[in-house]
């Protein structure tokens, strides 16, 4: 009997167990699957990060045109283009940016060069002013002007000019030595120089026209994709449109950057495999441009300075090539004006292996060492064309000799 009801407490406790079982199987079955991850994942490449500017999201016409032949995909990694399973999320709708016009930027950004370079003229119109001009004073002047960066020549004609010009002078009112040291300032820097960046149609070696082609080059580091970024958004602000070509293949994450200024006021930029030949990257951008009828080529090259023969092979190759299809208008050395002496070293070696015809100084927002600007120039013999005064989308400016030199001693 006991082992009767041993049997049937072993059978009900069996049971219950199996039933249990069953009831959370079904519950278990009851929960909602998970969602289908990998169906729905979008075929475009995320875009990459944003150049540190004021955000927007890109237009669905910036998606459609990033098509194949512009986004680095390994060919045997398209399968988006086999199985559209599930509509990708539309992406947000918002509008290609219409950059600030570039007339006059420069005094509209004054403010932040004129806070970096009070040492330079500010210091100058105090030391002018003094009651006593001694020798200590215009040794303390000359040190103002080398301490800016103005260069050891530049400097010595400067304070010989001020000197006469202060004795013949007599009695100097501030307004009296504001006025000279502006027009000796001006007269450093030179005020009747063609600051244009030419970007004017080319004839092409066909006897078309073809787009005005700018090679941007300089040291990494120097702010040169930023500024190619920024020159598209000026030229695009000036009517003109725009083909970028990411020939700095040195450099990882460079084209990424310069694609994503692109997209922000709707221009295409051709690239190739990291690493790649900058050189054939360069021509296609041009052939882009002439296949489009753009205005403008912006090639952004690398700016490996390991050796300058490594470097003149690069450069002097990637002008070779681009000059298959015709002229380049303009080759643009971009400097970091906070790097001094250094960045001159830079500029005799670039000058050396490529024509350089202009020159953008960016970073004048983080120096007082605004005196390079004399000092590249006399280097170069090229004028600087446009001044990078901060890390914002529009904060590039054509170089206007008078708004600096005005923002210098204050007006
Ligand atoms: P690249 O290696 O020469 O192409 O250098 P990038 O274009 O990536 O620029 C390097 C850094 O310099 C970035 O953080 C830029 O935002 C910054 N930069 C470029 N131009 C300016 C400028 O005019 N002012 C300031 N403050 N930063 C700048």
């Known amino acids: 009997m006991e082992i009767v009801i041993l049997a ?27 969602p289908p991850t990998a169906a729905v994942t979008p075929s475009v490449t995320a875009p990459p990060a944003e150049p540190q500017v004021g955000e927007e999201a890109e237009t669905p016409s910036d998606v459609s045109r990033r098509t194949i032949e512009d ?25 290609i940016e219409v950059p600030e016009p570039t ?33 200590d004073t215009w040794e303390e002047i000359e040190e103002t002007l080398l301490t800016a960066d103005v260069g050891v020549a530049p400097t010595q004609e400067l ?39 030419h970007t004017a149609n080319g004839i092409g070696n066909g006897g078309d026209e073809i787009p005005g082609v700018v ?7 120097t702010g040169k994709t930023t500024t190619t970024g920024k020159l598209a ?22 084209a990424d950057q310069l694609q994503t200024w692109g997209e922000r006021v709707g221009a295409r930029t051709v690239r190739g495999p990291e690493g790649g030949d900058p050189a054939s990257i360069a021509f296609d951008a041009v052939k882009e441009g002439i296949a489009e009828s753009a205005d403008v080529v912006l090639v952004d090259t690398a700016g490996r300075l390991h050796t300058k023969t490594g470097l003149m092979d690069e450069l002097g190759k990637v002008k070779r090539v681009v000059e298959k299809h015709g002229p380049v208008g303009e080759v643009l050395l971009v400097l970091d004006a906070t790097t001094g002496q250094n960045g001159l070293v830079q500029a005799r070696v670039f000058a050396e292996v490529v024509d350089i015809t202009g020159v953008v100084l960016t970073k004048l927002d983080g120096t007082a060492k605004g ?41």
């Open 8 to 34: 049937v407490v072993i059978a009900v406790v069996v049971l219950g167990a199996i039933s249990g079982l069953v009831v959370s199987g079904r519950k278990k079955k009851q929960l909602p699957p998970s």
């Open 71 to 95: 986004t680095p995909l390994p060919v045997a990694e398209a399968p988006e283009a086999e199985a559209p399973v599930a509509e990708p999320e539309a992406p947000p709708a918002p509008e």
């Open 103 to 135: 007339a006059g930027r420069l005094v509209r950004l004054r403010a932040r060069l004129s806070r970096s370079q009070n040492s330079l003229g500010k210091g100058l119109l105090t030391l002018l002013s003094r009651e006593h001009l001694d020798e």
């Open 215 to 221: 090679l941007i080059v300089g040291v990494n580091g």
């Open 233 to 254: 958004r000026v030229l695009v602000a000036d009517g003109k449109s725009v083909v970028l070509g990411a020939a700095d293949t040195f450099r990882a994450a460079a």
């Open 159 to 197: 304070v010989e000019r001020l000197r006469e010009r202060v004795k013949v002078l007599g009695t100097r009112t501030p307004e009296d030595l504001r006025a000279l040291l502006r027009e000796e300032l001006l007269t450093l820097i030179g005020t009747d120089i063609d600051r244009s960046v």
């Open 371 to 411: 005196g390079i600007i004399v000092a590249v120039q006399r280097e170069l013999g090229v004028p600087v064309k446009l001044v990078g005064l901060g890390e914002g989308a529009d904060d590039l400016a054509p170089f206007e000799p008078e708004a600096f030199v005005d923002a210098l001693i204050g007006d």
